[in-house]
């Protein structure tokens, strides 16, 4: 079993992983000037993902930790919106990016557990 030290780093490089995923995933996107706006979204809230947890590993007290985790949630959630979004307008199916869907929605659901077990 990984120790909460051993677990915090492997979660930062899979958010770095993530971050890597969505950048290459906009550059799929199609070129136009509605695309290019969801592309700048998705990959703002997706890099951001891991560079707020890097910030919460980092954290000066457990209030501070809590809210940059939140932060990390909603960044998550604002993520697996903008997929759906990509989906929906059919610019990529979901099959073309499965992967990264799931790996959403497993951020999305370990930020919210985490969030939610440190709420003072």
């Not at 592309?39 to 560079?51: C, E, I």
Request: charged residues 25%.
């Amino acid at each position: 079993m990984a120790t909460n030290k051993e677990f915090g780093q492997q979660l930062e490089k899979r958010t770095k992983a993530f971050a890597v995923k969505m950048i290459q995933l906009a550059s799929h996107l199609p070129h136009s000037r509605e695309a290019d706006s969801i592309a700048r979204q998705m990959v703002r809230s997706g890099t951001s993902v891991g560079a707020n947890y890097r910030e919460a590993n980092r954290a000066v007290s457990r209030a501070d930790f809590n809210h940059i985790i939140s932060v990390c949630e909603k960044e998550a959630s604002e993520t697996q919106y903008w997929l759906e979004v990509i989906i929906e307008v059919g610019w990529l199916t979901a099959a073309e990016f499965k992967a990264d869907l799931d790996e959403c929605s497993q951020l999305l659901a370990l930020f919210t557990s985490v969030h939610r077990s440190t709420k003072t």
